[in-house]
């Protein structure tokens, strides 16, 4: 990994084992006879603070791997850390968040009872809870629909809120697949700039799963390219555009080496 | 801020056509309300006037059938005592529906936080909803008197079934992902139940309520009809006895009165239940 990152503790990410860590990972899924081989022998690094991005061919195991980190399955071998803890320590201390691309809300919550959800559930006292959720809505850019109903919001907007309740709980690690995914390309780049911000804002450290190269370039620090099914990590590209990255970064001759670069490594 | 990207369609009037703008402009006539209320009112209507004109015309004897007419006059002559007995009928079968109900959620909800209890006991309750419970009903009553006990454990008894099956599908309803969040939120099962399985199983257990509403009118006068003091079962097999027919169809009139009147509460208690369907 690029070892001029910043790094608020002067330590790198290796000795303080910070970050997000996957050594070795393997994932076999059973069910009934048929067995899926979904990961094998996969490596990544996200170093604190950082942010990353995953891309590789459909079906290559990159939500499989964000799952891992996320507790929501365990892989058969090798082991996968968060700031050196467990996936389900760090579920248990709340130290990430998941951001899916169903922005997943609850129908018969409005948007500011959706978005305090995480805080309920961590039982911060309910005025506490509602002044975050609405510094987080104002956040994303929802301040007015905070009396709404998920189904009364396009997709954009619920996928807003749903990155408000993830931060609601200032998570140190932004674990997100696909999250722009369903919507279309003009919602989406304006979103990735905003996430830009925000990221910038909270200092969170990002996994981020998408299909989009352009995406990736935008919000990372470094891709991460997979191949295809047992998915490993083939191919890491840095992304040197530091920590000032607006709408101008597209104009960058860079960003298009950049891209023909992980468009090589993903079709080979 | 910016404003967000893409506002609801709801808040663009500009994307209607120029027709449906001018028709919303004016006071909108709301025609399907008319006739959702009119056309059934037309009909009821009709049947009463054949069934005045046939009974009228002497082609069906007054003691099987009696006039419209005549029911109304009963209804002048007893409308007091039906409607006292109405009370006792109301009272039976609203205790038996709350027992009832309450009892299919509690065990519903029991079931879906032990596996190994819902595996052991459901086929069991499953099996004694198919006792005719009619048939045990002289038992009940030898047991508890022929008071009010008897009629308020058969129609717990049969509002129990239609609620234990429904909030159990309703509180297993949420999506995958919903459950997926609450885990990575690591919610514990208290909140799982509070925060989604129960607001999920909304409509399911109106479901049941609704499908009870009517049952539980019927299924007290049915065991008031056997043996009771009191009660519109009760009443309808005195009337009988006198060969009182139209007293006998008002008694039936104000069951049917109260069954409705039970099921639009219960109607009207969902709409206000689930705001973010109705808005
Ligand atoms: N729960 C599961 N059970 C069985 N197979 C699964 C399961 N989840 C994913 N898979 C399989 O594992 C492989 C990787 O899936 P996934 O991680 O979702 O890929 P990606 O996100 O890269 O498209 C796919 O072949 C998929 O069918
Ligand atoms: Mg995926």
């Known amino acids: ?268 | 801020m910016t404003l967000p990207e893409d506002v609801p369609l709801t808040a663009q009037p500009d994307i209607l056509p120029a027709m449906a703008r001018d028709a919303a402009a004016l006071p909108p006539i709301p025609w399907h309300r008319l006739r959702r209320i009119a056309l059934p009112l037309a009909v009821l209507f009709v049947a009463l006037g054949l069934w005045q004109w046939i009974t009228a015309s002497g082609r069906v004897s007054p003691l099987i059938l009696a006039s419209p007419l005549a029911i109304a006059e009963a209804f002048g002559r007893s409308g007091a005592e039906i409607l006292a007995h109405m009370g006792v009928t109301l009272g039976q079968a609203m205790a038996g529906f709350a027992i009832g109900n309450a009892l299919g959620l509690l065990v519903a909800i029991i079931f879906v936080h032990s596996a190994p209890i819902r595996r052991a006991v459901y086929p069991v309750a499953i099996g004694a909803e198919a006792v005719p419970v009619v048939a045990v009903l002289p038992v009940l009553i030898l047991w508890l008197g022929n008071g009010m006990a008897p009629k308020i454990v058969i129609t717990a008894f049969l509002t129990f079934f239609p609620m234990l099956v429904n909030a159990l599908r309703g509180l297993r309803s949420a999506d995958a992902e919903v459950k997926e969040l609450m885990h990575t939120l690591s919610a514990d099962a208290r909140q799982t139940l509070w925060l989604v399985r129960l607001p999920a199983s909304v409509p399911f257990l109106f479901n049941a309520l609704k499908l009870s509403a009517c049952a539980c009118i019927v299924s007290s006068i049915v065991a008031e009809w056997l043996a009771a003091e009191r009660g519109l079962g009760h009443l309808i097999v005195v009337y009988g006895a006198r060969y009182q027919t139209a007293e006998v169809w008002a008694t039936a009139l104000a069951a049917t009165a109260a069954s409705l009147a039970v099921y639009g509460l219960v109607t009207l208690a969902e709409r206000l239940a689930m705001p973010w369907k109705t808005r």
């Not at chain 1, 996994?207 to 390219?225: F, G, Y």
């Not at chain 1, 890491?236 to 960003?255: A, C, M, T, Y």
Request: net charge positive; hydrophobic share 40%; proline share 5%.
């Open chain 1, 1 to 268: 990994m690029d070892g001029s990152l910043p790094d608020p503790d002067g330590m790198t990410a290796e000795t303080a084992a910070g970050g997000l860590v996957a050594r070795d990972v393997g994932m076999v899924y059973r069910r009934g006879r048929e067995v899926t081989e979904a990961l094998t022998g996969c490596s990544l690094e996200v170093p604190r603070g950082s942010w990353a991005s995953l891309i590789g061919p459909s079906g290559c195991g990159k939500s499989t791997l964000l799952r891992i980190f996320a507790d929501l399955v365990h892989p058969t071998s090798g082991r996968a850390t968060l700031h050196g803890t467990t996936p389900a320590d760090a579920r248990a201390n709340r130290v990430f968040a998941l951001v899916s691309q169903q922005s997943t809300m609850l129908p018969w919550r409005r948007i500011l009872e959706n978005v305090e959800l995480g805080l309920q559930v961590a039982r911060v006292s309910p005025r506490e809870r509602r002044r975050t959720a609405e510094e987080m809505i104002e956040l994303v850019g929802l301040k007015g629909f905070e009396r709404a109903y998920p189904a009364e919001l396009s997709g954009g907007m619920r996928q807003r809120a749903a990155i408000a309740r993830a931060l609601t709980l200032r998570p140190r690690f932004l674990l997100m697949d696909e999250p722009f995914g369903a919507l279309d390309e003009i919602t989406r780049e304006k979103l990735n700039f905003e996430l830009l911000r925000i990221l910038q804002e909270t200092g969170a450290t990002l996994l981020l799963v998408t299909h989009s190269i352009s995406e990736a370039i935008i919000l990372s620090d470094e891709v991460a390219v997979m191949s295809a099914r047992p998915g490993r990590i083939t191919k890491r590209v840095p992304i040197g555009f530091g920590r000032d990255r607006d709408r101008s970064l597209r104009d960058d001759p860079r960003f298009a080496a950049y891209e023909a670069e992980l468009r090589h490594a993903l079709h080979g």
